[in-house]
């Protein structure tokens, strides 16, 4: 199913990122990288910072009109009443890689919004392994959990630091609020990487 999901994906963003959409394009992307930091193409996470970016693109970005990308697809496509819905609510969160269960699923502890999260068993492989910090999206599509490509690792030394604002954002209960702390720590992260002589915990501060 996450291949379902992806081929829709790869459709939203190919009609998307050309044509009259180009200059939009262009202009979330100076945005993104103005907000989170620019990174160099040599850099080993450049490829993950791109998916990162483009799930940004797709779910999260406002058109001038105000609607998101996603939204306006599924208003002009024939989209399955499921997969849109599912679409069109992605978890986009803090997470952690607690562990992989004897029946071979991967379970997530979804930090911001204190839940757990529980991926499809026999979900493609990711590169993560148990105690990794990250920001990423899941989709629950037919009743299972998938991991969608996009993933920020963040140091685990920081691990308790961003538990605390996590719970402070929880309070909130604002998604915009969300979205800025997300890619807050998307900046500190590229901070981080660029003063890698720094301890983390004198970086991720809030």
Partial sequence: MLDVVHEYLDKVLSLY???DYFSDLKEAKDNYFSITGKLDEDKDEFESRMNSFNDWYVFQ??????SKVIEEYIRNHDVEEELAQALLNVNH??????????GKQVVLSDILHDEKVVLKKDHPTISLVKGDIFIGRVIKYKGENYLLRGICTLPQSVKSTLKKQSKKMRK????DEELTFLLQLEALKTKAM???HIDPAKIFIF
């Fill in 17 to 19: 990122t050309q044509g």
């Fill in 61 to 66: 970005y406002r058109q001038k009109d105000g």
């Fill in 93 to 102: 969160s803090l997470f952690e890689f607690t562990k992989t269960t004897f």
């Fill in 172 to 175: 909130l209960n604002n998604f």
């Fill in 194 to 196: 660029h003063y890698s």
